[in-house]
C-alpha cells in the first residue's frame, strides 16, 4: 500500500513553529535550507519497514533529484516522488478543465497527508483517503501510523 507526503508544512516546516531535525552538516545546509519536521526520517523508515510504500506528492517544482538527494542526506529513500511537473504532465494533460492540484488516487496512494484544506476536502469529491496536518504534533508518526493500518485493514477485507 502506498502513503504519499506533501512536503511544505508537512515535512518541510520552520523551526520557527515546529520541532525540527537538526541542520545538515556544512556543505549540506547551504544546498539544503528546508528543515524536516522533527521524527521524519523515524516515520518514513517505519512505514517502509512495515511494508508501506513512501512516496513525495508535491505541488512545488522541486525537482526529483533535489529531493532525492536531500532526504538521501537523512538516509531516507523515496518509493516515488511526483512534483508539480510530473502531475502537469502525468495528471493534468489533457483535460481541459483544471483538476486538483493533486490526485492521489491517480498514482495508487492509498492514504495521502497534507496541510491544505482544499487538498483535504478535495478527498470526499475525488475518492482518496487524506490525513490533514500542519501544525506542531508530538504525536504525529503514531497518528499517521494508524490512519494507515485502519485503512489497510479496510482494504484487505473488500
Ligand atoms: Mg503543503
Redesign the pocket.
Known amino acids: 500500500m502506498r502513503v504519499s507526503f506533501?512536503l511544505?508544512?508537512?515535512l518541510f516546516v520552520s523551526p520557527a513553529t515546529h520541532k525540527t531535525e537538526p541542520p545538515l552538516p556544512f556543505p549540506f545546509n547551504k544546498i539544503y535550507k528546508e528543515r524536516l519536521r522533527l521524527g521524519t526520517p523515524e516515520l518514513i523508515r517505519s512505514l517502509q519497514e512495515m511494508g508501506y510504500e513512501v512516496w513525495v506528492y508535491t505541488s512545488s517544482f522541486r525537482t526529483e533529484n533535489y529531493i532525492k538527494h536531500l532526504f538521501r542526506c537523512y538516509g531516507v529513500v523515496f518509493d516515488g516522488i511526483v512534483n508539480a511537473d510530473r502531475h502537469l504532465k502525468e495528471v493534468q494533460r489533457g483535460h481541459s478543465e483544471t483538476l486538483p492540484q493533486k490526485l492521489p488516487n491517480r498514482y495508487r496512494i492509498s492514504l495521502h497527508i497534507?496541510?491544505?484544506a482544499i487538498v483535504c476536502s478535495m478527498g470526499r469529491i475525488y475518492g482518496y483517503d487524506v490525513y490533514q496536518l500542519n501544525a506542531e504534533d508530538d504525536q504525529w508518526k503514531e497518528k499517521i501510523i494508524r490512519q494507515a493500518e485502519e485503512i489497510r485493514k479496510r482494504n484487505a477485507s473488500i
Open positions: 506533501d511544505d508544512e508537512v497534507d496541510d491544505e
